[in-house]
């Protein structure tokens, strides 16, 4: 495998998280109240629980207190919300994550909207979500902007560049459609509908693929020299972690590309902890 293609998330998310430890060095030095995330599960979906056990682990490491809560799948919509807005008014906590999927009988886009916009590390608030469509990036949605500091110190060019995103989700494909149009570049977004998949994938000078299907995006369907973002979590016929993309087979096609594990993955978690840090700082001078 040609390693000088690979796209090292791991490897960027160190250099991050060194910066996040040394910010909060600083505020230990101060006898300072340190950063705190509150994360919120409901249920035992296990996929959530590792979400959260990593999540946990990269905030302890760095230095931020995190609280994970859970709580029971059948506890109901309304003592969610009361549970939420405590965590709204208490001041020792920054930041506010509600680990999604919740069970079917919460109306999730409800539950989100009751986190108060200034502990909504997540960004996943319609203002915050509304704020970054206009171009104002104050705190961003961690996938989204764990891809765009990729892309950054890559130092892949954006501007003129086609871009084509795989996924339209209001966690990923979205958010990161507008940032990557308000980045100058010309985007073209795909879904489940969308005819003629590989006509639109083989234009892209930059694609970006978050669907949850492990090795859709196969040789054929690439540009030669093309830049692959692959955000897709998956496990393949092995039980082993794999992205959307036929890694192997891809790679000697491309320019350049993201690997899974150690792609997009650790730089949602960098991406975290530097909102809950940015949370922190606006929450102490508020
Ligand atoms: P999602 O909400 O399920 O969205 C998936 C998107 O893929 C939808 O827009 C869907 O289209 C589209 N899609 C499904 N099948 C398709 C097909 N055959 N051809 C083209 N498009 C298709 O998922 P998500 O939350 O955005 O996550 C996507 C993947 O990224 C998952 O594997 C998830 O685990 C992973 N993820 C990883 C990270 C990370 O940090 N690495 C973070 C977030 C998500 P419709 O809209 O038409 O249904």
């Known amino acids: 495998m040609d390693k000088t293609k690979i796209i090292d998330g791991k490897m960027v998310s160190e250099l991050i998280k060194t910066k996040v430890t040394a910010e909060i060095i600083e505020i230990k030095k101060k006898n300072y109240r ?9 249920g035992d979906n296990k996929a959530s629980s590792t979400y959260i056990k990593n999540k946990k682990i990269a905030c302890e490491k760095v230095g931020i207190i995190c609280n994970a809560l859970t709580y029971p ?20 906590v920054d930041a506010i994550l509600v680990q999604l999927p919740l069970p079917s009988h919460i109306n ?3 539950i989100i ?5 200034k502990k909504d590390v ?4 319609p203002q915050i979500l509304g704020r970054l469509m206009l171009g104002h990036y104050q705190l961003l949605p961690g996938t989204p902007k ?3 500091l990729l892309l950054e110190h890559y130092q892949i060019k954006l501007p003129g560049q086609h871009v084509v995103i795989i996924g339209r989700s209001n966690i990923v ?9 308000n980045a100058s570049t010309t985007v073209t977004v795909c879904h489940s509908q969308t005819k003629d998949l590989s006509s639109f994938t083989k234009q892209a000078d930059i694609l970006i693929v978050a669907v949850g ?3 859709i995006i196969t040789p054929e369907m690439v540009k030669e020299n093309a830049i692959i973002i692959d955000v897709g979590v998956n496990r393949d016929e092995n039980n082993k972690l794999c992205g959307d993309v036929d890694f192997e087979n891809v790679i000697p096609k491309v320019k350049m590309i993201t690997p899974v594990p150690g792609g997009v993955g650790p730089m949602t978690i960098a991406a975290l902890l530097e909102n809950i840090l940015y949370l922190y700082y606006q929450n102490n001078n508020s």
Do not use: C, R
């Open 146 to 148: 764990g891809i765009m």
């Open 173 to 181: 494909g979205k958010p990161l459609a507008n940032l990557l149009i």
């Open 213 to 215: 299907k492990p090795k």
């Open 34 to 42: 340190l950063p705190s995330l509150t994360i919120i599960q409901v």
């Open 108 to 110: 999730s886009e409800k």
């Open 113 to 117: 909207n009751t986190i108060a916009i």
């Open 122 to 125: 997540d960004g996943f608030t």
């Open 73 to 92: 799948q059948t506890i109901s919509e309304t003592t969610l919300f009361n549970i939420i807005n405590k965590l709204n008014q208490d001041s020792s």
